[in-house]
């Protein structure tokens, strides 16, 4: 019997679940619906500016071991950015995106792109044998699963492989996010540091110099980086109406060199931070067999070494379950 393993999405979890079954041996395939792999981990490269449009200065509290095990020496890999709390924080010297570009690096298995699984279903009675629908209309057999996605996808996905975990996942709300990173000159920007009173809906401005992160902001600039809660999905002027509160915050009039807007309606899950949530997952966690599990920033983990570890505990299960 076919022992394969579907890894459905190519963002950090899916990625780190993928590199866990390759490291055991596995016979895997990675599925990602966009052209990218990612997810929501999105590193721009022009002009001598390296900006995220997503996690860019990291909370770190312990080790992160993937980074030695991906062959990144850490001194080289991270830039000190201050502390936070009881940790450090940390800017990948040349992007997040770094670390995905490592990830993907090291895996040898299918990776395909621009494929949506539409739904999933067991094949045989004894719920051995699952079948993986994409949305061309291909099933795919697998033994194992392991659904890397959003819980507003994975919640289509499992409708018919079991409805009491796809029902615990209905209705999973998200605040949608805007980020702006915006180039200057040096000399056209007065300020330093992050902004505070800012007006709603921005709830950060911060404006990074060459000599915090030489690497990734050219000598003589700096890097202005915002981030905005949007209300509304279809409003194509958030972009403009974000950089104008940022400018009008700053006292920004000259012209940027360099800019880089990402709207992300899964920006911030809202649902996993309910007090339910913890036990709406063990629910979950029991109604799904050990070889179809759930991984990923919507489900048990934020941070990124607690989504690695996720992500590697879920594909260790699955890879037990079936063998
Ligand atoms: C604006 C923003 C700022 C953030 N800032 C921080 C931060 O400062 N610190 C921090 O720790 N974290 C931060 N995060 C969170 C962090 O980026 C995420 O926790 C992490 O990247 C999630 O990875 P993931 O793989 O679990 O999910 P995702 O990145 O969402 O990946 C899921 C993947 O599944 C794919 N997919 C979806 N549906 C399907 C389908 N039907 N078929 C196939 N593939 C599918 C998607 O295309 C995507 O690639 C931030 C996130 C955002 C959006």
Same mark, same amino acid.
């Given at each position: 019997?076919?022992?394969?393993?579907?890894?459905?999405?190519?963002?950090?979890?899916?990625?780190?679940?993928?590199?866990?079954?390759?490291?055991?041996?596995?016979?895997?395939?990675?599925?990602?619906?966009?052209?990218?792999?990612?997810?929501?981990?999105?590193?721009?490269?022009?002009?001598?500016? #390296?900006?995220?449009?997503?996690?860019?200065?990291?909370?770190?509290?312990?080790?992160?071991?993937?980074?030695?095990?991906?062959?990144?020496?850490?001194?080289?890999?991270?830039?000190?950015?201050?502390?936070?709390?009881?940790?450090?924080?940390?800017?990948?010297?040349?992007?997040?995106?770094?670390?995905?570009?490592? @990830?993907?690096?090291?895996?040898?298995? +299918?990776?395909? $792109?621009?494929?949506?699984?539409?739904?999933?279903?067991?094949?045989?009675?004894?719920?051995? =044998?699952?079948?993986?629908?994409?949305?061309?209309?291909? $099933?795919?057999?697998?033994?194992?699963?392991?659904?890397?996605?959003?819980?507003?996808?994975? &919640?289509? =996905?499992?409708?018919? @492989?079991?409805?009491?975990?796809?029902?615990?996942? &209905?209705?999973? %709300?998200?605040? +949608? #996010?805007?980020?702006?990173?915006?180039?200057?000159?040096?000399?056209?920007?007065?300020?330093?540091?992050?902004?505070?009173?800012?007006?709603?809906?921005?709830?950060?401005?911060?404006?990074?110099?060459?000599?915090?992160?030489?690497?990734?902001? +050219?000598?003589?600039?700096?890097?202005?980086?915002?981030? $905005?809660?949007?209300?509304?999905?279809?409003?194509?002027?958030?972009?403009?109406?974000?950089?104008?509160?940022?400018?009008?915050?700053?006292?920004? #009039?000259?012209?940027?060199? /360099?800019?880089?807007?990402?709207?992300?309606?899964?920006?911030?899950?809202?649902?996993?931070?309910?007090?339910?949530?913890?036990?709406?997952?063990?629910?979950?966690?029991?109604?799904?067999? %050990?070889?179809?599990?759930?991984?990923?920033?919507? /489900?048990?983990?934020?941070?990124?070494?607690?989504?690695?570890?996720?992500?590697?505990? %879920?594909?260790?299960?699955?890879?037990?379950?079936?063998?």
């Amino acid at each position: 019997m076919s022992r394969k393993i579907i890894v459905i999405g190519g963002g950090l979890s899916g990625l780190a679940a993928a590199w866990t079954l390759e490291r055991a041996g596995a016979d895997y395939t990675l599925i990602e619906v966009k052209r990218a792999l990612g997810g929501s981990i999105h590193t721009d490269r022009r002009g001598g500016f #390296t900006s995220d449009s997503s996690q860019f200065i990291l909370e770190k509290f312990a080790d992160w071991p993937f980074l030695p095990a991906l062959g990144m020496d850490e001194a080289d890999a991270l830039a000190p950015m201050g502390r936070y709390r009881d940790g450090a924080l940390v800017a990948f010297t040349h992007g997040t995106g770094a670390l995905i570009d490592a @990830l993907a690096a090291r895996l040898t298995r +299918p990776v395909m $792109m621009r494929m949506a699984v539409s739904s999933l279903g067991f094949l045989s009675r004894d719920e051995t =044998m699952c079948g993986v629908c994409l949305e061309n209309g291909v $099933m795919m057999e697998a033994r194992g699963v392991v659904i890397a996605a959003p819980a507003r996808y994975a &919640e289509r =996905m499992l409708r018919s @492989l079991n409805a009491q975990a796809a029902a615990l996942l &209905e209705d999973y %709300q998200y605040d +949608p #996010t805007l980020r702006l990173n915006l180039g200057f000159r040096a000399d056209d920007v007065a300020v330093s540091g992050d902004a505070n009173d800012l007006p709603a809906p921005l709830k950060f401005v911060q404006v990074l110099g060459h000599d915090r992160l030489p690497t990734r902001i +050219p000598d003589g600039h700096v890097l202005v980086r915002a981030g $905005m809660r949007v209300a509304d999905l279809a409003d194509a002027q958030a972009g403009a109406a974000a950089e104008r509160l940022v400018r009008e915050k700053l006292g920004i #009039t000259a012209e940027a060199v /360099y800019r880089h807007v990402r709207l992300w309606p899964e920006g911030d899950p809202l649902t996993c931070y309910a007090p339910e949530h913890k036990a709406t997952m063990a629910a979950i966690d029991a109604q799904l067999p %050990q070889h179809v599990r759930l991984t990923g920033s919507d /489900y048990r983990a934020r941070r990124l070494d607690a989504l690695f570890a996720d992500a590697e505990a %879920q594909a260790q299960a699955v890879l037990a379950a079936i063998s």
